[in-house]
């Protein structure tokens, strides 16, 4: 029986995606969540010790996890860079500096969904498959505010831009 489920489930994948166009498979979709999670009174009730052993973990998690983006493809590491840089900066300045840029709140959120699926699967490739996904936002929309925030020292981010 679950041989048989197994197959129905992957025909059902199968045909849905024959029946997208090769853009439509590769963009972000629009509808995942964001979610903000909350730590801080978790993190209150730690001892001294404790607090440091997680601050320390999870600068070696994040420090470690370039490594992986740097397995998944030559730009992952710079979507990375990017993103920590533009989240970074605070999120009612950016959304101030973006609108003065003409950008719209639909294409600041196409930007923070498609960063959000680079955070979890470490880098633009589907995890559990080589099948590479792009952002929704059009690449002259994301140079414009790169060059806007002024947030490209190396040059990395606009080589994203050319990639896009």
């Known amino acids: 029986m679950k041989r048989c489920t ?5 025909a059902i994948l199968a045909v849905t995606a024959r029946s997208q166009t090769r853009e439509e498979l590769h963009t972000t979709p629009a509808e995942i969540p964001v979610l903000a999670l909350d730590v801080a009174d978790a993190f209150a009730g730690l001892t001294e010790k404790e607090k440091l052993y997680a601050h320390w973990m999870s600068e070696a998690s994040w420090r470690g996890n370039v490594i992986t983006f740097e397995q998944l493809s030559p ?3 710079d979507l990375l860079e990017f993103f920590v840089r533009l989240y970074s900066i605070h999120p ?3 959304r101030k500096a973006a609108h003065e840029l003409g950008l719209s709140d639909a294409e600041l959120a196409d930007l923070e969904t498609y960063a959000a699926r680079v955070f979890s699967n470490c880098g633009n490739y589907v995890s559990f498959g080589d099948r590479k996904f792009i952002p929704r936002i059009p690449a002259d929309r994301v140079s414009a505010l790169v060059h806007g925030l002024a947030i490209d020292g190396d ?3 606009q080589r994203l831009v050319v990639l896009h």
């Open 155 to 157: 040059g990395s981010v």
């Open 6 to 10: 197994v197959f129905v489930v992957l």
């Open 75 to 77: 730009e992952s590491p």
């Open 92 to 94: 009612v300045t950016l």
